[in-house]
Every structure is written in structure tokens, then in C-alpha cells.
């Protein structure tokens, strides 16, 4: 509705009935919503705009006014809107005034409405590394280098917990693979303790774990993709349950690949087409299993099944034109190559970040959100 109102006072003046029309509407609706929080915070991720955590969907005109609305946002640098319980009216007319007004209006900040940037503040990290020691000679140079930026007490510290955190997850991968009845709640505590450590101002590829043998690459690779994933939606500003949802499909995007034969997932050496073809079925096979347990968030269902369809649509599993991949399926997408490149496997040794930074660049727009890789690269820089 707020969109709508910015265009009709782009085309009005803002004393013409039907924009203060709008506007009230608008007002009520914010002012109603905020009767029972002490703010609403309103993202804008590229042309989505994320409410209170959760992605607005729109449709026919309405979508065609939220993109403008975005758009505009955009234009004038506008990544975060905070509203603050209490608003007079007279701060959110200001408000759409400036965002109906040029480019060259900047939006100012209120007392009750704040303006903001989607901080890409180095603050969080959480860390699991494998339960065994390093053997000499291992150390992952990428790795090595952001934990040298980490006091080696904390870093200690870092790794006894996180430790904990991946024998769990080993075990909850081994009881799936054996169609074991798994709990929702392990997989909850092992986020929730994840999401504890994120309070530091670590870069958090000093806490990946190192692959150390080929049965342990789809739950180190979750591990690692759920502390990327998670310390970056902290960071764009998710927050309590959402981030918890979002930790729980990121560790769980991979889950498909428990049903995908050992000679094939274990393969010392390049996949031939028929191989590739059956690898690819990983997501609909992970999403077929995620829907069946019970408490699984759908967001998970959502992550597996879409964390290898490109931006563009492109990739796998294929599917109509238009369809575009959940923001958070997006993130995991990026922090999935980010992990799989850098991991040193029997058939590929680990790529140097240069090179990592070159395909996520080369791939913005096309294979990756464009916004979603430049706060992942400030992120672990
Ligand atoms: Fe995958
Ligand atoms: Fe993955």
C-alpha cells in the first residue's frame, strides 16, 4: 500500500484528496501493525522486499507498484526502513514525499522512521570444525588466513564448541541415511547453538571445518554451508525465528544426497552425464524427504529443493519460466559454490578466493543475486 501511495504522489500533488486517502491508509495499516511491536522493519533485497522477516509477494498491479517501490528504495540507497511505534502521520507523509520526490532527493531519517543501509557488519560467527585434529600439512590456506584474524583464546574456545555441534550433526546424518526416525529437535539445538556463537567480530571462514575424508563431505559441506548462510542473514537482518528456519533448511539443503549411491557421491574423479543426471536428483529427492518429517520448517522443504536453480531460473531441477528461488534458497546457493570451491576433494584441489570471487562475480545476475554476492564477499573479506 505504501508503494502505492509513493506512485500516486508521483503523479499528484500530495495535497490532492486521493493521496491523503492513500496515506491515511497507509498509516492505519502501519500504526495497527505496530500496536503490538516496537518496530517494523521493512528490507529491500535487489527487487524483493522482505517484511518483518518474511518475503511480500504481489501480484498484477500490485506487483508492478512493489517493484517501483523497490525500485526507487534502490535508487536512493534505501536498504533498510525501520518504523518505530508512536509515528505521527506528519513523519510518514515526509517519508513518501521524499521517495516520491527525484533521485537526487535523498530520504531522510525521522525520530520514528529510520533509513538504513543493510549493515554488512563483521560482527557474528559461529564455528563447527571436525571432531578430529587437523593433520599437518591439511591446513586450508583460506581457512588459516581469516583464523589468524581471531584471538587464539576465543578461537579455542570457537572450536570446542562448535566441535560439539558437528559430532551432532554427524550423528543426525548417519541416523538419516539409515532411515532412522530423526528428531526435529536436535537439528533445532544444533542451530540454536550455531546461532549462540554469532556474537563476535569474527570473520566466520576462520571457523570452517576442513573435509577429512569422502563419507564426511555432505555433513561437513552443511556445517560449513549453515554457518555462511546463517551469519548472512543475521547480518541483512533476520532475526528469532526466521533465522532459526533459515538454520535448519541451510543444514538441511543437502539431505538428498544421503539417497544418492556411495559410488556416485563418493566418485574420485569427474561424473559422467548418466552420473550428473542422477547427483542432480538430489534436491527432489531431498525436498520429498524434508516434506515427510514431521516440524520440518517449509522453508527447508523450499531450500532443498531449490538451492541449484540459478537466478535466473536456469539450473536444476528445471523448472517453468518466471519461477524464482526463495531469497534464503538464493543464499544458500551462494554459500554452497562458495564451500564446494574452496573444499579440496579427491578431484579437485581447493580454489584461492581470487578465483572463488571470479566465478561469483561472473555468475551475478545470472546464476546469483547480485546484492546476495556483494554482502557475501564483504562478508568473509
Ligand atoms: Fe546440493
Ligand atoms: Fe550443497
Redesign the pocket.
Same mark, same amino acid.
Given at each position: 500500500m505504501i508503494n502505492a501511495a509513493v506512485a500516486n504522489v508521483g503523479l499528484y500533488s500530495s495535497d490532492h484528496p486521493q493521496v491523503i486517502r492513500y496515506i491515511q491508509n497507509v498509516y492505519e495499516s502501519l500504526t495497527g501493525l505496530l500496536a503490538d511491536r516496537p518496530e517494523i522493519n521493512l528490507l529491500i533485497i535487489g527487487k524483493d522486499i522482505v517484511v518483518e522477516n518474511r518475503p511480500v509477494v504481489a501480484g498484477g498491479s500490485s506487483g508492478a507498484y512493489l517493484e517501483h517501490f523497490s525500485r526507487i528504495l534502490g535508487e536512493k540507497g534505501v536498504e533498510r526502513l525501520t518504523f518505530i511505534a508512536g509515528m505521527p502521520v506528519e513523519d510518514l507523509q515526509a517519508l513518501i514525499n521524499d521517495l516520491a520526490a527525484g533521485p537526487e532527493t535523498p530520504v531522510k531519517t525521522r525520530p520514528s522512521i529510520r533509513i538504513g543501509k543493510v549493515e554488512v557488519r563483521v560482527k557474528v560467527a559461529g564455528k563447527p570444525r571436525g571432531g578430529e585434529p587437523q593433520a599437518a600439512g591439511e591446513v586450508d590456506p583460506l581457512v588459516a588466513a581469516a583464523a589468524a584474524s581471531i584471538p587464539a583464546d576465543l578461537l579455542e574456545e570457537l572450536n570446542q564448541l562448535s566441535a560439539k555441534e558437528m559430532d551432532e550433526l554427524k550423528e543426525l546424518y548417519s541416523r538419516m541415511k539409515n532411515h532412522k526416525k530423526i528428531s526435529v529437535r536436535g537439528i533445532e539445538d544444533i542451530v540454536k547453538n550455531f546461532i549462540g556463537c554469532f556474537r563476535r567480530e569474527i570473520n566466520p571462514l576462520g571457523i570452517l571445518a576442513s573435509i577429512k575424508s569422502a563419507h564426511e563431505y555432505t555433513f561437513t559441506h552443511v556445517a560449513n554451508v549453515g554457518v555462511l548462510t546463517m551469519s548472512q542473514a543475521e547480518r541483512m537482518g533476520f532475526t528469532g525465528e526466521h533465522l532459526h528456519n533459515i538454520g535448519v533448511a541451510s543444514l538441511l !539443503?543437502?539431505v538428498?544426497?544421503l539417497f544418492i549411491p556411495e559410488e556416485i557421491l563418493g566418485k574420485p574423479g569427474m561424473l559422467t552425464p548418466d552420473e550428473r543426471k542422477i547427483m542432480e536428483t538430489?534436491?527432489v529427492k531431498?525436498a520429498r524427504y524434508l516434506i515427510g518429517l514431521e516440524g520440518i520448517p517449509k522453508l527447508a522443504v523450499l531450500a532443498a529443493l531449490e538451492? !541449484?536453480i540459478k537466478f535466473d531460473g536456469t539450473g536444476y531441477p528445471s523448472v517453468r519460466g518466471g519461477w524464482k528461488p526463495n531469497i534464503i534458497s538464493q543464499i544458500i546457493s551462494v554459500a554452497?559454490v562458495f564451500d564446494a570451491m574452496r573444499s579440496k576433494r579427491a578431484y579437485q584441489e581447493a580454489h584461492p578466493l581470487e578465483k572463488i570471487e571470479g566465478v561469483l562475480r561472473g555468475g551475478s545476475g545470472k546464476a546469483f543475486n547480485p546484492l546476495l554476492v556483494n554482502h557475501f564477499l564483504k562478508m568473509i573479506k
Open positions: !539443503h543437502d538428498g544426497k538430489h534436491s531431498g538451492h !541449484h554452497d
